[in-house]
């Protein structure tokens, strides 16, 4: 028999234990090994609960206990996290973690004291809740040269955008009612802003080329300026706003974003509404290929921790390889990228945006005080030049190509 430890008994880590008790027959089938939580490492006691009696404060407990063959990282944050998995991994115990922002700082790291140790680091949760994406980054796309990872990767934001564009309801009337039904944090900022969307891409991107992306080096823009007008002149054009996070290995050098997108109905992600997650993969042979789920809550996340767990069953004392090295890659200037651009100016600026932009594709919507328009593909850096001539802008929108 194997034992399992928790670390963190919040939303997730709870989610684990449930998971692990609710389906133990098939699990321990498939693991090829009985498994049972030995322990639940939190702060706070649990009176009442049926695992009560498991719950310890101390994580030495834990670390010394040679039962204890795999971990669960459940946390967050990267500050006792990242402290207790090192600690495991050089151990000899396998960690299976749903910490998006501990994979992001520190994964080629900890996947190389995993190596050392004859143990593994598994972060199947980290990205993309209950969607299988790692793994066919990992194993089923090895054949593959990925040349490009685009992905709607937070579900906050893609349930905001949706009820504006289903809606035609302004950005602060749907977050308060995302926050009132549970699906944004009392303090949005991460999700808002796209910092989380930009540390799940960073490991995507980390995954794709085998080097390491630094999500410090990625160009972030969130949603918080987009409006229901927005999404007037985007059905005018048959288009939706996404929030996309992507990476492209071009010849004109890496680059990884993450912002606000106009993106056409003919797109396989236009589709992903709500809370759903997607990621859209390109490999040079295979072509297209998209990951589609629920990209968070308590269940789906926790079933992709405990498929890890499974996994590391399966290879007590075997490191399953993860291809990607602590070397650094160079992420291009945002202001090379091309591409076109959805804008809106005041009717007073239409004579100058047309000097600005020469040729340009007016948008109407019947809104006699704005001049809105569609660029000709440019670079990011030419586009801002010429949004400078004019004095700036209402809004603009990137458009996916």
Known sequence: MIKIAVLGYGTVG????????????????????????????????????????KVVHDFDVILQDEEVKIICETMGGATYAYDYTKKALLAGKSVCTSNKELVAAHGPELLRLARENHCNYLFEASVGGGIPIIRPLNYSLTAEHIDGITGILNGTTNYILTKMDRDGADFED????????????????????????????????????????????????????????????????NKSVKLLAFSQDTEDGFFAMVAPFMISKDHPLYIVRDVFNAVYVHGNMLGDSMYYGRGAGKLPTASAVVSDVVDCARHQGKTIMCFWDEEQVKVADIGLAKRKFFVRVSADKREAAMAAFGALAEINVGIAEEFAFMTQTMSEKEFTENIEKLGGCINRIRIMA
Do not use: H, W
């Open 174 to 237: 749907v977050l308060k009612e995302a926050q009132e039904k549970g699906y944004a944090e009392r303090n949005p900022e991460a999700d808002v802003e796209g910092y989380d969307a930009c540390r799940k891409i960073a490991i995507l991107s980390s995954l794709m080329t085998g080097k390491s992306v630094n999500y410090e080096d990625i160009y972030t823009e969130g949603i918080t300026k987009i409006t229901a007008l927005d999404f007037k002149y985007a059905g005018q054009m």
């Open 14 to 53: 709870s989610g684990v234990v449930e998971v692990i008790e609710t389906n133990k027959t098939d699990i321990n089938k498939k693991a090829g090994e009985d498994l049972a939580v030995k322990y639940i490492l939190d702060l706070r006691d649990f009176p009442g609960d049926p695992y009560e009696k």
